[in-house]
Protein backbone atom coordinates (compact mmCIF):
# COMPACT_ATOMS: atom_id res chain seq x y z
CA UNK A 1 0.00 0.00 0.00
CA UNK A 2 1.06 3.47 -0.64
CA UNK A 3 1.17 5.51 2.05
CA UNK A 4 2.87 9.55 3.04
CA UNK A 5 2.34 9.83 6.41
CA UNK A 6 3.11 13.46 7.79
CA UNK A 7 4.23 14.21 11.65
CA UNK A 8 5.92 16.44 13.58
CA UNK A 9 3.18 19.38 13.47
CA UNK A 10 1.80 21.42 16.63
CA UNK A 11 1.59 24.10 18.37
CA UNK A 12 4.62 27.05 18.30
CA UNK A 13 5.02 31.29 19.24
CA UNK A 14 5.81 32.88 16.14
CA UNK A 15 9.66 33.17 15.72
CA UNK A 16 10.13 29.71 17.06
CA UNK A 17 11.06 26.24 14.81
CA UNK A 18 9.86 23.03 13.94
CA UNK A 19 10.50 19.91 12.07
CA UNK A 20 8.29 18.10 9.75
CA UNK A 21 9.15 14.43 8.72
CA UNK A 22 6.85 12.55 6.32
CA UNK A 23 7.44 8.94 6.38
CA UNK A 24 6.85 7.28 2.87
CA UNK A 25 6.22 3.29 2.10
CA UNK A 26 4.67 0.88 -0.78
CA UNK A 27 6.52 2.63 -3.72
CA UNK A 28 10.06 3.30 -4.69
CA UNK A 29 10.43 6.52 -2.90
CA UNK A 30 14.15 7.87 -4.63
CA UNK A 31 12.37 7.69 -7.98
CA UNK A 32 10.02 10.76 -7.22
CA UNK A 33 10.14 14.46 -7.14
CA UNK A 34 7.90 14.97 -3.64
CA UNK A 35 7.04 17.74 -1.97
CA UNK A 36 5.06 20.08 0.80
CA UNK A 37 1.56 21.49 0.53
CA UNK A 38 -0.72 23.65 3.07
CA UNK A 39 -3.72 23.93 3.73
CA UNK A 40 -5.30 27.30 5.84
CA UNK A 41 -8.91 27.23 7.11
CA UNK A 42 -10.91 29.20 3.95
CA UNK A 43 -8.23 28.92 2.02
CA UNK A 44 -6.83 26.80 -0.81
CA UNK A 45 -4.10 24.38 -0.72
CA UNK A 46 -0.75 25.47 -2.11
CA UNK A 47 2.71 24.48 -2.20
CA UNK A 48 5.03 25.40 -0.42
CA UNK A 49 8.38 23.44 -1.38
CA UNK A 50 9.12 20.83 -3.18
CA UNK A 51 12.35 18.60 -3.98
CA UNK A 52 13.67 16.63 -6.89
CA UNK A 53 14.38 12.51 -6.59
CA UNK A 54 18.32 13.46 -6.16
CA UNK A 55 17.77 15.85 -3.93
CA UNK A 56 19.69 18.19 -7.17
CA UNK A 57 16.91 20.70 -6.88
CA UNK A 58 14.25 22.20 -4.43
CA UNK A 59 11.80 24.82 -5.28
CA UNK A 60 10.45 27.22 -2.58
CA UNK A 61 7.28 29.20 -2.34
CA UNK A 62 8.27 32.81 -2.11
CA UNK A 63 6.69 33.14 1.08
CA UNK A 64 8.80 30.88 2.63
CA UNK A 65 12.38 31.09 1.13
CA UNK A 66 15.06 31.83 3.34
CA UNK A 67 12.87 30.73 6.60
CA UNK A 68 11.87 26.75 5.06
CA UNK A 69 14.61 24.65 3.75
CA UNK A 70 13.19 21.15 2.45
CA UNK A 71 15.33 17.63 2.39
CA UNK A 72 15.28 13.86 2.20
CA UNK A 73 17.11 10.86 3.30
CA UNK A 74 16.18 8.48 0.39
CA UNK A 75 18.03 5.30 2.37
CA UNK A 76 15.31 5.91 4.85
CA UNK A 77 12.27 7.36 2.56
CA UNK A 78 12.07 9.91 4.80
CA UNK A 79 10.97 14.25 3.38
CA UNK A 80 11.67 16.78 5.79
CA UNK A 81 10.67 20.61 5.87
CA UNK A 82 12.74 22.56 8.71
CA UNK A 83 10.81 25.66 9.63
CA UNK A 84 12.25 28.71 11.28
CA UNK A 85 11.18 31.87 11.85
CA UNK A 86 7.89 30.70 11.77
CA UNK A 87 4.87 33.36 10.93
CA UNK A 88 1.20 33.48 12.25
CA UNK A 89 0.11 32.99 8.40
CA UNK A 90 1.96 29.46 7.77
CA UNK A 91 -0.60 28.31 10.50
CA UNK A 92 -2.21 25.32 8.35
CA UNK A 93 -2.25 21.94 8.08
CA UNK A 94 0.94 20.66 6.17
CA UNK A 95 1.12 17.93 3.55
CA UNK A 96 3.32 15.62 1.88
CA UNK A 97 2.54 14.80 -1.85
CA UNK A 98 3.89 13.37 -4.57
CA UNK A 99 2.52 13.97 -8.36
CA UNK A 100 -0.04 11.34 -7.82
CA UNK A 101 -0.05 10.59 -3.78
CA UNK A 102 -1.09 12.90 -0.68
CA UNK A 103 -0.47 11.81 2.66
CA UNK A 104 -2.04 12.66 5.98
CA UNK A 105 -1.50 15.93 7.66
CA UNK A 106 -0.08 17.71 10.31
CA UNK A 107 -1.54 20.66 12.16
CA UNK A 108 0.70 23.63 12.45
CA UNK A 109 -0.46 26.33 14.81
CA UNK A 110 1.64 29.46 15.61
CA UNK A 111 0.76 31.85 17.94
CA UNK A 112 1.55 35.60 17.65
Known amino acids: EVQLQASGGGLVQAGGSLRLSCAAS????????IGWFRQAPGKEREGVSC????????YYQDAVKGRFTISRDNAKNMLYLQMNSLKSEDTAVYYC?????RGRGTQVTVSS
Open 97 to 101: ATDSV
Open 26 to 33: GFTFDDYG
Open 51 to 58: ISSSEGSA
